[in-house]
């Protein structure tokens, strides 16, 4: 079962970078990605509390125009794979997680520059072959763009599987005990980081009130966060549709006004 487990993982790792480079259904989100993983591993629970904690770091940050940023659903299927196998309360799995899925998710930085070089190469070649009319060979070329993506992730995958027990191992017996502490407590506060980041990229000053309704509703009257959202659907929706009255309104008065100058 280990092994199957494991083949699964790397399978899953080559696969959503593929998605993220391509296909896009969602499966490269930390969050998404933790799911299958729970799936594999039949660890449900500390799979999503993983991949949610991971899922709150990579707010407000994209790979925007080809950029490179920290793969972050990479780290959260390395970190929950290997936590999940060698730990046995959440609180341990998210120490062991961040521990082990940081460091691989910003390695995974350097890991994507290297492919979309190497994938410039492989451009180069094919159109080279395009050139010279050569165009099943042209295809059969092409076929290697993805594959060097997805190597690119199912490498460092391969690795954790085969010696992710052992670095555990070594994090859990030789590391001191306020260094794993202080990767709980940071894996607490990173969430935090992950939402201020995405309120830099949001009209939040805008509307500070819906923030502070929010605040409320959660903080103080203990709403669960799906009545929260519900709630703010709403408002989105009671919104959208009034400016889209108020837009109507002012292009029939618009109208009416050239119809008006015509008459004249």
């Known amino acids: 079962m280990d092994i199957i487990q494991g083949i699964l993982i790397i399978l899953l790792s080559f696969w959503v970078v593929l ?111 395009a050139n010279a009319k050569q165009f099943e060979k042209m295809n059969r070329i092409l076929w290697i763009g993805p594959l060097i993506f997805g190597l690119s992730t199912a490498i460092p995958t391969t690795l954790c599987v085969l010696f992710g027990q052992t670095i555990v191992t070594l994090i859990l017996n030789y590391v001191p005990d306020w260094v794993t502490s202080g990767l709980t407590i940071a894996g607490n506060m990173l969430p935090v980081v992950g939402i201020a980041l995405l309120l830099q990229v949001m009209p939040a000053k805008k509307y500070l009130s819906l923030l502070l309704i929010g605040f409320v509703l959660t903080a103080y009257l203990n709403l669960p966060i799906l009545g929260v959202s519900i709630v703010g659907l709403a408002l989105a929706y009671y919104y959208f549709t009034t400016t889209i009255q108020k837009v109507t309104t002012s292009n029939l008065n618009t109208v009416e006004e050239i119809g008006d100058d015509f008459d004249e």
């Open 19 to 129: 998605d993220q480079q391509g296909l896009v259904v969602v499966t490269w989100f930390p969050i998404m990605v933790s799911l299958f993983v729970g799936l594999i591993m039949g660890d449900m629970e500390t799979a999503m509390v993983i991949g949610g904690t991971f899922q709150l770091m990579s707010l407000g940050v994209a790979n925007i125009g080809g950029s490179s940023v920290p793969n972050w659903g990479l780290a959260a299927l390395v970190g929950g794979y290997v936590a999940i196998k060698s730990t046995t309360t959440i609180e341990e799995a998210k120490a062991v997680a961040l521990a082990v899925g940081v460091p691989v998710g910003m390695l995974g930085i350097q890991l994507d520059v290297l492919a979309k070089i190497l994938n410039t190469y492989v451009a180069h070649w094919a159109q080279k072959t």
